[in-house]
């Protein structure tokens, strides 16, 4: 299973969205080298305020270019970047990924996947009505995450639009994706 990075984006300071770059760099056990959620612990606001010990579980945050297409069916434009993803890709389930999955990205760095990004309300800060698109409900009353995968540093290297991921499942049994 293989895809394509589409973009990379960070931002050194905290912002939703992050700025497209020609690259990334990734540090292993850290996350993406200036972005201002890279370190061992915790960097999103709300879990610091829970906790600031807790380990970063959420070091490098990756969309599939394909939900861009599914909001712009309903009148949504979002660009790389702009829901403050680092890696961008595209032609590949991101979502239906078990925990522990590998990503293979580039010619060096490794990430592994810890779950699913837990979307919030800057989501209608950004564009109103925009959040009811990546977070809901299947038939089953089950809530749905759209807003892409978490994962964490395991070897790093330079990440560029173009680089090929790709994913290494876990053994079995899988364990699917929920928030983190």
């Known amino acids: 299973m293989s895809s394509t990075v589409t973009a990379v984006s960070s931002n050194g300071t905290y912002s939703f969205t992050k700025p497209n770059r020609d690259s990334i760099t990734l540090l292993a056990g850290l996350g993406v080298e200036g972005d201002v959620h890279a370190g061992v612990t915790v960097k999103h606001r709300s879990r610091v305020a829970q906790d600031p010990t807790q380990p970063n579980l959420r070091q490098v945050h990756l969309i599939h270019e394909e939900l861009f297409a599914e909001v712009g ?19 590949m389930d ?18 592994e996947v810890t779950g699913l990004r837990n979307p919030c309300l800057q989501i209608d800060a950004f564009q109103d009505g925009l959040l009811k698109r990546v977070v809901g409900r299947d038939e089953a009353g089950n809530v749905v995450r759209k807003a892409g995968i978490m994962s964490v540093v395991k070897r790093g290297g330079t990440v560029r639009p173009g680089d090929t991921i790709t994913a290494e499942l876990p053994s079995e049994p899988h364990r699917p994706l929920d928030r983190v």
């Open 73 to 91: 069916a309903d009148g949504f434009a979002v660009a790389p970047g702009e829901l403050g993803e680092n890696i961008t890709t595209r032609g």
């Open 94 to 111: 991101l979502l239906g990924l078990p925990v522990g999955t590998l990503l293979r990205v580039g010619d060096d760095a490794v990430l």
